[in-house]
């Protein structure tokens, strides 16, 4: 599985055990809910500085994300 793939399923989980919508995720991250849901379903190629927004929002580290 590719890296965006398992970057995006990582998110989702991680979101669903918090208990949050994406909705809820983008507006922590700072970023579109458009491109949240982009970045889940692996299509999208988020950046260094994205994924340390979205690991924040999670309350998780980077490393948890990409594992």
Same mark, same amino acid.
Request: hydrophobic share 40%.
């Given at each position: 599985? $590719? +890296? *965006? *793939?398992?970057?995006?399923? /990582? +998110? &989702? ?9 994406? $909705?809820? !995720? &983008?507006?922590? /991250?700072?970023? &579109?809910? @458009?491109?949240? @849901?982009?970045? $889940? ?6 950046? +260094?500085?994205?994924? $340390?927004?979205? /690991? *924040? &929002? !999670?309350?998780? @580290?980077?490393?948890?994300? !990409?594992?």
């Amino acid at each position: 599985m $590719e +890296i *965006k *793939k398992k970057f995006g399923l /990582a +998110i &989702a989980r991680a979101r669903r055990e918090r208990g949050i919508t994406q $909705e809820q !995720l &983008a507006d922590l /991250a700072g970023i &579109a809910r @458009s491109y949240c @849901s982009d970045v $889940e379903r692996g299509v999208r190629n988020p950046t +260094i500085t994205i994924v $340390e927004r979205i /690991a *924040k &929002a !999670l309350d998780v @580290s980077m490393g948890d994300l !990409l594992d």
